[in-house]
């Protein structure tokens, strides 16, 4: 199956995922290192975001990651902004169960997630931001190719701060050259 890894299956979000989101976009724990807005919301307006932004959304796809194992889900990853003209897209992915952060869930999701742009959308280039705080994230980005393209310099407030926005992307020779130069890629 094309979004399936030894770990981690993705499939397709649905409105029923609107609970699951809905407990992930109320952690602060969670949205600390994803989110630039930390609020609570009502689980009306997370299902209304859900349905109206993330799945109404003619330009973006959104997966929710499995644990192949135990069937529960403890992520959401997504392709957004897709530009089928110039062949380019932004990547988002949050781990929304703490305790299955760490153990390379995030990994392997993004690599079916770029599989998925790069084999089949035929993408040329993935993009993201990050948190200059969130270094795990930067490294995992680095490790599966991404490069440095820039920062919006302290455009996050957080914890009484300034930080930067790191944007990070990939092209498809890049992943591809690097897949093939990794074992069991």
């Known amino acids: 199956m094309l979004f399936e890894s030894a770990r981690v299956r993705l ?3 649905t409105p029923d995922d609107a609970a699951v989101y809905h407990t992930w976009r109320n952690d602060l724990a969670v949205m600390q290192s994803t989110s630039p807005t930390l609020d609570l919301f009502t689980f009306e307006e997370t299902a209304s975001f ?19 194992e135990s069937g529960k889900p403890v992520g ?3 392709l957004i902004n897709l530009d089928y003209k110039n062949r380019n897209a932004e990547c988002i992915i949050d781990i929304g169960e703490k305790e299955c952060w760490g153990k390379g869930y995030g990994r392997e999701a993004l690599q079916l997630l770029l599989d998925y742009a790069f084999l089949e959308l035929n993408l040329h280039r993935v993009s993201l931001r990050v948190f200059s705080f969130n ?17 919006s310099r302290q455009s996050l ?16 020779e890049e992943y ?5 130069s990794v074992p069991g890629s």
Not at 160 to 170: A, E, F, L, Q, Y
Not at 176 to 180: A, D, I, P, Q, Y
């Open 157 to 172: 407030y957080r914890d009484g701060r300034w930080h930067d926005i790191c944007h990070m992307g990939i092209l498809q």
């Open 76 to 78: 959401i990853t997504s």
């Open 50 to 68: 859900v349905n109206q932004v993330i799945l109404g959304s003619p330009s973006g796809k959104s997966y929710i990651i499995v644990d192949k």
């Open 11 to 13: 499939r397709k979000m």
């Open 176 to 180: 591809v050259t690097s897949k093939r």
């Open 135 to 151: 270094e795990k994230a930067i490294r995992l980005y680095e490790r599966l190719g991404f490069k440095d393209e820039g920062r």
